[in-house]
């Protein structure tokens, strides 16, 4: 089993507000990845981190950042929420080396609501 | 043109049936292959890893074709706990990963 945690679960907050999703994991892993993910369809990479103070934009330019001070927190910030942010947020991580065929663990996401 | 491609059914199967799901993916040099499992509302978790040579995991087996750019992954004697969106999942790098929108099975008792 993954120990890899999000918080908030659920979120329902107005346009305009700044939110952080949190991400934390335990397994030591030195990748994590935000994805957001829309009901029925393809989950789209947003950030990722290689490592602490490493970050990349993934393929959705979703106006968030990310920070990586410690290897085990990965925290979203949407710094004005809207409505069209309104989704699900699936944090997961990665185990640095290995073989290609190294999988990632997801946590248990995020949904939020922007009113 | 998607990373990754897959029919998103529905499938409605009957328990103790065999489905079968393909999926295409764009970039030839892409080097790892994965299905996953999403429960409605829930996370993705890996069902299992792909292999060159193909693998076998208790009734689901999973098949890569390099030339032909497709991942299958075969579901035999299907339960109704198999009830489930099946995502596959392609990473060129080891790095970043492509999902597909995932096919949706549903086994009627």
């Known amino acids: 089993e993954a120990d890899i945690y999000q918080t908030p679960r659920y979120l329902v907050i107005g346009t305009g507000k700044k939110i952080t999703l949190e991400c934390s994991q335990t397994?030591?892993?030195?990748?994590m990845y935000w994805y957001q993910q829309d009901p029925g369809m393809e989950l789209h990479l947003i950030h990722y981190s290689y490592g602490v103070n490493s970050t990349e934009k993934g393929d959705l330019s979703s106006e968030s950042t990310v920070s990586r001070i410690r290897t085990e927190h990965f925290p979203l910030t949407l710094e004005s929420a809207r409505p069209s942010h309104t989704s699900q947020y699936l944090c997961a991580s990665r185990r640095q080396g290995g073989t290609y065929q190294e999988t990632q663990y997801f946590g248990p996401g995020t949904r939020l609501l922007v009113l | 043109r998607k990373e990754v491609e897959q029919d998103p059914g529905p499938f409605n199967v009957p328990e103790g049936a065999t489905v079968a799901f393909n999926c295409t993916y764009s970039?030839?040099?892409?080097?790892?292959f994965f299905w996953y499992r999403q429960d409605c509302r829930k996370e993705p978790k890996l069902l299992m890893s792909?292999?060159?040579s193909g693998n076998e995991d208790g009734r689901f087996t999973a098949q890569l074709n390099r030339a032909s750019q497709y991942i299958s992954l075969l579901i035999r004697d299907s339960k109704l706990s198999d009830s489930a969106t099946y995502l596959c999942?392609?990473?060129?790098?080891?790095?970043?990963?492509?999902f597909g929108t995932g096919t949706s099975l549903t086994v009627i008792p």
């Open positions: 999942v392609v990473s060129l790098t080891g790095n970043q990963f492509y």
């Open positions: 397994m030591g892993h030195d990748k």
């Open positions: 792909v292999y060159s």
């Open positions: 970039n030839s040099a892409s080097q790892s």
